[in-house]
Nanobody, 127 residues
Framework: VQLVESGGGSVQSGGSLRLACKASGYPVSRYCMGWFRQAAGKEREGIAYITTDGSTTMRDSVKGRFTISQDNAENTLYLQMNSLQVEDTAMYYC??????????????????????WGQGTQVTVSS
């Protein structure tokens, strides 16, 4: 099980970035997937999730600006980030979990931690 993120970088406030998370070793369609971020000096937080049936859960601070999606043919998870703000600056990680109980929590609108993690990609937003 491997997850490799890409697409991070530096952008000005109001700009956009698209993060990708390429999975290998298993089909993403059979796992609940999520994007997390951790800013300097802060705890990691779950910001976007997608379950095996395609339902999504988003953190309030990114609703309307970020979109999570996955391409099963490419076995890749995406995070489209628009209207980026300085406070979005963080290391972004993708994660996956096959535990049905964990996936059920996501369907309830909760934001649990997941089991498998990528190495992260840095996003820096300047004013």
């Amino acid at each position: 099980v491997q997850l490799v993120e890409s697409g991070g970088g530096s952008v000005q406030s109001g700009g956009s970035l698209r993060l990708a998370c390429k999975a290998s070793g298993y089909p993403v369609s059979r796992y609940c997937m999520g994007w997390f971020r951790q800013a300097a000096g802060k705890e990691r937080e779950g910001i976007a999730y997608i379950t095996t049936d395609g339902s999504t859960t988003m953190r309030d601070s990114v609703k309307g600006r970020f979109t999570i999606s996955q391409d099963n043919a490419e076995n890749t998870l995406y995070l489209q980030m628009n209207s980026l703000q300085v406070e979005d600056t963080a290391m972004y990680y993708c994660a996956a979990d096959s535990n049905p109980q964990t996936c059920s929590l996501i369907k309830l609108g909760l934001r649990p931690s997941l089991r498998h993690w990528g190495q992260g990609t840095q996003v820096t937003v300047s004013s």
